[in-house]
């Protein structure tokens, strides 16, 4: 049996656009839904996130419990501290729909907020800012807000930076508490994003602004003009006096005539005072100003009213290691040089003779009115003490001193009128010598001494102990000179001659003069005790010897016989000659 074809029962697809004209139109539709759909979701996953560690836009939704509650967007919420929102000083300004930027530090924290903070923005927008300024060497607006070691701390709008205390003001200042606070220009110094540091300088800003003032003032001033001023510091070389928005320097020498050694003695701070500009230094603005050139030069009379050697009262105002300065009126002031200062006091320091403000005399001795130095003299207004000794005590006085002083040549003995003589070795003793003599005296012994020379160009004074008991030599001698015989007694035999003695004075013959005739040269011939007929050949005073000579006796009597009684040449011999001078003596 033949089988039947199975009946086909698949039913082919028709074509929509002629089958269902409604069906092709939502079909359309949801097309274009997805299409949009898709271009939205690519839309937002191409839009830029904020991500952590960016400055994001807000907007305050709220303000509770001291805190902002910003929507950053994004289905992002966080809080800020009002206190973030205030300035240095100043209360918060933040309010309900004000459009702020902030710090995103996080995403989510574990309450789901936004961490985010107004103070970091801030610090990012300022630090922009400020390194814009610092490129350009412009200024910037802050406030000086804290202390710290060796300065102080200043808000820039965001940024803390750090203030020295040396660029706080051109000068030290003592009290910064006006300035704390206080909105006002600084220029940046130097500054480091990467550590976070930033240095300005507030005496930056004020040395531009003075330098501005200080050359319109200058400009209007001209040397020799007097102003006033008011003194703003004083030094120990002078004061700062301020000239309105100037300062110029007033130099203690400039103050007045007179030495001044301090200026706070004539001035004192806030003090208006008149001065002259003296000189002008147009590249460094400095101005030099002075008091004295306003009044009388008292030097112009010094020549008149203090002439050579006069004497005047003076006031002792300084002293030095060479002299003291004298002040004979104000602005006139003579120096006493320390060799003037004492007739006696050589080398002793001048604060021993006078005191500062002590009142003296003293003479006019040099005036060098181009130096304007006058040259005065103390010693000069008392006699000299040498003058007054060698009236009152002329040669030959007996004196009493102490010994002051035992040097290698002498003693010095201390005097009246504070002055010293001497006794030189020689003028110790007349029988010993001057080194042994000297030796029995000692420092402080009071001694008795003669007056033998007063030399008052040299101011010395010489005396003598030895002469204390008269020139024993000078007695002994008498009138013995030279050629005189006399008599001596024979103290010693020695083998070159003999010792003799004359009226105490001792002597000595030599063998070559015992006898005319060499062979009775002999000093044994004499004995100690014999008389002796010898004849002066020298007297010297220095070393108190007498020169005797037998020899020189028997020639000189030999001669004179020839003379009275003959000559050899007329027949008579010598015998006959001395026989016959002999017998007319007898």
Request: aromatic content about 6%; hydrophobic content about 35%; overall charge negative.
């Amino acid at each position: 049996m033949q089988s039947e074809r199975p009946t086909d029962t698949t039913v082919r697809p028709e074509n929509p656009s002629r089958s269902n004209p409604a069906r092709k139109g939502t079909e359309r539709h949801m097309a274009n839904t997805m299409e949009e759909f898709e271009a939205l979701l690519n839309e937002s996953f191409e839009m830029d996130t904020p991500t952590e560690g960016s400055v994001v836009k807000g907007k305050v939704i709220a303000i509770e419990a001291g805190q902002a509650i910003i929507d950053v967007g994004y289905k992002m919420e966080g809080r800020v501290e009002l206190k973030e929102f205030a300035n240095p000083g100043e209360a918060p300004e933040i309010a309900v729909g004000d459009e702020v930027e902030v710090y995103l530090r996080a995403a989510e924290n574990a309450r789901g907020e936004a961490v985010i903070s107004r103070e970091m923005a801030r610090r990012e927008e300022a630090w922009d800012r400020l390194e814009k300024a610092y490129a350009g060497d412009a200024r910037v607006e802050g406030a000086i807000f804290g202390r710290v070691k060796g300065g102080f701390t200043v808000d820039l709008g965001g940024a803390v930076a750090f203030l020295p205390g040396s660029q706080v003001d051109v000068r030290p200042v003592r009290d910064a508490g006006p300035l704390m606070g206080l909105k006002q220009p600084f220029q940046i110094l130097k500054m480091d994003r990467r550590r976070g540091n930033i240095v300005v300088s507030r005496r930056a800003i004020l040395e531009e602004s003075r330098a501005e003032q200080r050359a319109e003032v200058i400009g209007n001033l001209t040397e020799g003009q007097a102003v006033d001023g008011v003194v703003k510091n004083i030094t120990e070389y002078g004061a700062f006096v301020d000239l309105g928005g100037v300062d110029g320097l007033l130099h203690v020498t400039d103050m007045a005539w007179r030495r001044v050694n301090h200026p706070s003695e004539i001035l004192s701070i806030g003090e208006t005072v008149k001065v002259q500009v003296i000189k002008i230094n147009k590249e460094t603005h400095r101005i030099s100003l002075g008091m004295k050139q306003l009044q009388d030069d008292p030097w112009d009379l010094v020549g008149a009213k203090y002439p050579l050697a006069s004497v005047h009262k003076g006031r002792v105002t300084n002293i030095t290691d060479y002299g003291a300065f004298v002040e004979l009126e104000a602005g006139v002031e003579g120096l006493v040089h320390v060799s003037e200062m004492s007739w006696t006091k050589k080398n002793v320091h001048p604060g021993k003779i006078v005191s500062t403000s002590q009142e003296v005399d003293v003479m006019v001795l040099e005036i060098d009115s181009a130096k304007r130095r006058v040259s005065l003299g103390l010693k000069q207004t008392m006699r000299n003490p040498w003058e007054v000794f060698a009236e009152t005590h002329p040669e030959g006085t007996q004196v009493e001193g102490e010994v002051k002083n035992i040097t290698e040549f002498g003693l010095f003995i201390g005097l009246d009128g504070d002055i010293d003589g001497m006794v030189h070795l020689s003028d110790l003793s007349w029988d010993e010598r001057g080194e042994d003599a000297i030796q029995s005296y000692h420092k402080n012994d009071v001694v008795q001494a003669v007056v033998s020379e007063v030399d008052v160009e040299k101011e010395r004074i010489s005396l003598s102990i030895k002469a204390l008991g008269g020139d024993k030599f000078a007695e002994a001698i008498g009138g013995v000179k030279r050629g005189s015989i006399i008599t001596v007694n024979v103290t010693s035999i020695e083998d070159g001659g003999i010792e003799v003695e004359y009226e105490g004075m001792k002597s000595f013959i030599r063998r070559s003069d015992l006898s005319r005739d060499r062979a009775e040269q002999r000093p044994e011939r004499f004995s100690v005790g014999n008389h002796v007929d010898v004849r002066v050949t020298n007297v010297d005073s220095k070393s108190r010897r007498l020169g005797l000579s037998i020899k020189a006796r028997e020639i000189a009597e030999e001669k004179e016989a020839v003379e009275q009684y003959g000559s050899s040449d007329s027949g008579a011999s010598l015998g006959d000659i001395l026989g016959a001078a002999l017998k007319t003596d007898d």
